[in-house]
């Protein structure tokens, strides 16, 4: 039987809080419920540490490198196939609820049916620019004032968008289960939480008031004791500008913490759903990038650091058991392992497909090849790259020096040992494999032409008459509730689930 599928993705949650499932020490029933019953990735990886290059290739399959989604402003071609491609190709009816920061005018990509709109622009403005090393675009750069101004509220500009999302996902499931389409069906349901800034609903911020994790494990460092992209990262989120105190972070932790808390409710909301209305679906879980949360004293995304890198992945099939897989995986990974789980070819273009199905490491078998990642947005001055495999993990950019983990020895990534003679073959090898699978030089410039380019039409497109890409959601009233072409017993009945007698 064909199944449908249910994808749950959040924004910017540390896949370091997921070992096996959450965290025990979070306040998660729903995710608790649904890790028991999932195969649990301990060890997933972002394509890239950003909401739109992540999405991207999550999406499609791809890395930045081939999508061409290198920043947060970068267009997603339209002739890129997506999982909503393939499956819709196939037969399934597809749907997206929320966010997938989609840049261009293409704002389906692949969906039949968008529910919201997004939560962030469309359009190039937000293009970084190689051209200008260290300039600070202050009207969209994070800066640290997600951090001192964590605290409490009962509704925001994120929490309002949220629950839009969450409630016409609910919606969709409902009607969904009216059976009027006979399709399979795959919605995305994806949210802007736990993305700074850091501020959540009271009744969730008051089950952390105890919370035993409100500081980091590993305090930070100095400005100088810092490798050159993590200084850039520190530059652009304006550090300087502010002072950030221990009461600052115990308060942006404990925020983001009870956002999981609200999320989880989300979550259980939309199960319950499936539930009540008889429906079974494979259930996805992931995140597009994480957090820092402050270790090392670094936030937000746009390293290689596990807090940034690494993604909470579950999937749960009906009928089969939950496990923890600890071999490194990649979201790249989830596109081709959709189709492999609806029994839809990607023959078509399997061999320009980067990405892995997962379905193997599910029932067992082991990961041979590494997991990539690539960066190549704000705070980067040239593109950076990353392998990790087993337990080490490698990075290389043109401008900085290599640094290589051992993540088993190392969890907190403290020691470089990219200049330990003693580590010289494995250094080699990873040099090898990467070198194998990019040309930096190239990648640079390939780049700077599309920021040259998007500064040109963004700059332009300005001027005079703005038609803005962002997606307009329409709802067609003459078409809901009782209206008068209608016949109000048949429209009764076939609305009620389950049916009359």
């Keep these: 039987m064909t199944p449908n599928i249910l994808i749950l993705m959040v924004d910017q949650l540390n896949g370091t809080l997921f070992p096996d499932g959450p965290a025990p020490w979070l ?24 909401c739109a290059p992540g999405r991207a290739s999550f999406m499609s399959g791809q890395l930045p490198s081939v999508t061409r989604v290198y920043d947060n402003a970068a267009e997603f071609a339209s002739d890129i196939p997506t999982y909503a491609h393939h499956l819709r190709r196939a037969g399934y009816q597809t749907c997206l609820s929320g966010k997938m920061h989609f840049v261009g005018p293409d704002q389906l990509h692949g969906f039949e049916e968008r529910l919201t709109t997004d939560i962030y622009p469309a359009d190039f403005g937000w293009t ?39 409630h016409h996902a609910r919606m969709k499931l409902y009607d969904l289960a009216r059976g009027r389409d006979a399709r399979p069906w795959c919605v995305t349901v994806s949210f802007t939480h736990p993305h700074d800034p850091y501020v959540a ?37 304006d550090w300087r500008s502010f002072d950030i105190t221990e009461d600052h972070i115990r308060r942006a932790r404990r925020a983001y913490f009870a956002n999981i808390s609200y999320l989880d409710d989300h979550v259980g909301t939309l199960l319950r759903t499936l539930e009540e209305t008889r429906q079974e679906a494979v259930v996805v879980f992931v995140s597009d990038h994480g957090d820092m949360l402050g270790e090392l004293g670094l936030w937000f995304k746009m390293s290689f650091y596990e807090g940034s890198a690494r993604v909470p992945l579950m999937i749960a099939v009906p009928g089969e058991a939950g496990r923890c897989v600890s071999d490194p995986v990649s979201t790249i990974d989830l596109c081709p392992t959709l189709c492999d789980l609806a029994g839809v070819s990607m023959e078509a273009v399997l061999p320009w497909t980067e990405g892995e199905s997962l379905r193997p490491l599910m029932h067992g078998a082991p990961r041979k090849s590494p997991v990539a990642m690539e960066y190549a947005a704000e705070a980067s001055n040239s593109p950076l790259v990353c392998l990790r495999q087993g337990r080490w993990k490698y990075t290389n950019c043109a401008l900085d020096p290599e640094q290589l983990f051992d993540l088993e020895a190392d969890p907190q990534e403290r020691v470089n040992l990219a200049e330990d003679p003693g580590h010289a073959r494995v250094l080699e090898r990873f040099r090898l494999a990467a070198a194998e699978r990019w040309d930096l030089e190239r990648f640079d410039s390939e780049v700077r032409q599309s920021q040259a380019r998007r500064w040109v039409v963004y700059e332009a497109l300005r001027q005079g008459g703005y038609y803005p890409w962002d997606f307009q959601p329409l709802r067609d009233a003459s078409e809901r509730y009782m209206r008068n072409h209608m016949d109000l017993n048949v429209l009764e009945e076939s609305q009620r689930f389950p049916r009359g007698e």
């Design 128 to 166: 970084p620019d190689y051209r200008k090393p260290g300039e600070r675009i202050d009207w969209w750069y994070h800066n640290m004032g997600s951090v001192t101004g964590a605290g409490v509220a009962e509704i925001t500009n994120q929490m309002e968008y949220d629950d839009e999302v969450a």
């Design 27 to 50: 306040h998660a029933p729903n995710l608790r419920a649904l890790a028991d019953r999932s195969v649990r990735f301990a060890n997933a990886y972002t394509a890239s540490p950003l």
């Design 201 to 237: 609903r009271k009744r969730y911020w008051d089950l952390y008031e105890d919370c035993g994790h409100l500081l980091p494990e590993t305090p930070a460092l100095a400005y100088e004791e810092h490798d050159p992209h993590a200084q850039r990262i520190f530059d652009a989120n």
